[in-house]
Structure formats: C-alpha cells, structure tokens
C-alpha cells in the first residue's frame, strides 16, 4: 500500500502534546521530556518530505502556556533557541524554509533574534516549509485579525461589504499558507486547545495516545496513511466526490 497522497503536497499540522506526562511516568522532570520532545521534531522534520508532505505547521508554544511554571516556560525557550542554533545549517542545506505563527514579540530577545535570522536565511529555500506556532493562540490571531480589518475600514481603505472569508483569511498568521489537511494530535487528548481554529474547518482529524517524545516517523508514515485512506466531501456527497465532479 502507498503512502504517498495523490494530489497536491500534504499540509500536516502537529499538536506536540505529552512531553511532561511522558517524562513523569518514567520519574523523570518534565523539561527532560520537552529535550525528548525535540529529537521527535528533528526526525519528523527529516521525514516529512519524504511521505509528500510540503508543510508542516507544529504547535511549540501556545499563548496559554505562558501560565505555566517560570522555570518549564524558560527551559522551553532555552530548547527553542538551542534547536535553532544547532539545526539552522542542517535544515537550511536540506532547503527547509523556516516561518513563525504566534506573537513573536512576546518571546525573549534572543529567541526572537534566533528565529529572525532563521526565517532570513531560509527565506528563499524551495523544500519542506516548517512554520512553528510559537506564542500562538487563534482566539488571538481572530481578534487581531478583526482589528486590522476594523482599521483599514476606518481609513476607508477597505469597505464592509468587501469583507469575505478571503479578505478574512489574508488577514490571519497563516496568510501564506493553504489550510492543513491533517491535523495530528499526540498524547492522547481530543482537543484543539486553541490551534488554528479558522484554519481546520475541513482539516481531517487524527488522535494518538502516544506521547510526543515517542512519536517516531514510523508513526507519521501511519497517520499519512490514514489520511489517504479518508474521502474528504466538503459537504457534497460521496458520489459526486468518485465522480469527480467540481
Ligand atoms: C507539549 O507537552 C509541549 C508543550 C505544551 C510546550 P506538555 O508539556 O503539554 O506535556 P503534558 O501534556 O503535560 O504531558
Ligand atoms: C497544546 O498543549 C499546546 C502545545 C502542544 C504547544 P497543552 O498541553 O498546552 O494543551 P492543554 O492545556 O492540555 O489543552
Ligand atoms: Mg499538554
């Protein structure tokens, strides 16, 4: 059985969820399990490509996990610009082109600056597209995008009526990117936890109970294949899809 998709390249989007619950049951501190966590992007981000998938959107860093513990939050950002300095030309030869969702300028100086100058580098780069959601949150990204919209019809450069889901969309984190077709959620909770809640609409869903430090590209290569498995309808029917009717 193949798992390559058949049409254009796959969109996949990663809820890296269970480093802390991975770590504890082993007895182990939860930012161990953030350390493990990485490896996991690092191999996952090897294989993409090769299971014809062109991006790879990975939750790291939502805005509610600012409320956690100070000291999990910067061991975090610690990893962060640590998987940065040491992937960045590695990842930049093997073409991947490195972007950020979230508010950037929440996050320290020197995670911001890593991160600047990784999106530079690989600004040009034609492979895997690796968008990290870092300091995201969609309720945010929806009120921000709002307010923009709000603005730019206060300056009479865009009327009300001209507001459609199109104008809406150009106006979110993920302008530049078409909406994920999988969704993958390790760990084993059934939630979006406030991920990209415009965007997966019609995004097809798949859960694990395997924690993040455990997610290997064998595991990645299942969830493809699961997905090419699925017939997406977008509200037609099941016929009018075999069809092939647009
Ligand atoms: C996901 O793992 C990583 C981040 C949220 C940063 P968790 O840290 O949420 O792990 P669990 O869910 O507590 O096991
Ligand atoms: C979601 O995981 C955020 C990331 C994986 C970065 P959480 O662990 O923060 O989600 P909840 O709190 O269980 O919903
Ligand atoms: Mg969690």
């Known amino acids: 059985m193949t798992v390559f998709p058949t049409q254009a390249p796959l969109h996949v989007a990663i809820i890296m969820d269970g480093n802390g619950r991975w770590a504890t049951s082993r007895g182990l501190p939860r930012l161990v399990g953030h350390k493990n966590g990485v490896d996991r992007v690092r191999e996952i981000v090897r294989a993409a490509p090769g299971l ?57 100086t020197e995670v911001a600056e890593v991160l600047r100058r990784s999106i530079n580098t690989t600004r040009d780069n034609t492979g895997l597209k690796l968008n990290l959601a870092l300091s995201y949150g969609s309720r945010d990204e929806i009120v921000r995008a709002a307010r923009d919209i709000a603005r730019e019809c206060c300056e009479k450069k865009l009327s009300p009526e001209k507001i459609n889901r199109d104008v809406l969309a150009a106006h979110l984190y993920t302008r530049e990117l078409s909406d994920p077709d999988l969704l993958i959620r390790t760990g084993g ?11 997966l609409s019609y995004t097809e869903l ?36 075999k069809g092939g009717r647009s």
């Open 206 to 241: 798949y859960f694990v109970p395997i924690y993040w430090p455990e997610f290997k590209a064998k595991e990645l290569k299942k969830a493809v294949a699961d997905f090419n498995r699925r017939q997406r309808r977008f509200g037609r029917t099941g016929e009018q899809i």
């Open 52 to 108: 014809g998938i062109g991006a790879l959107t990975l939750y790291a860093f939502s805005s509610e996990n600012w409320n956690r513990p100070k000291t999990e939050v910067m061991g975090l950002m610690g990893l962060l610009k640590t998987f940065l300095e040491k992937e960045m030309d590695d990842l930049h030869a093997n073409q991947v082109r490195i972007s950020v969702i979230g508010e950037i300028k929440k996050l320290p």
């Open 189 to 199: 909770e059934q939630r979006l936890s406030n991920f990209l809640l415009w965007q």
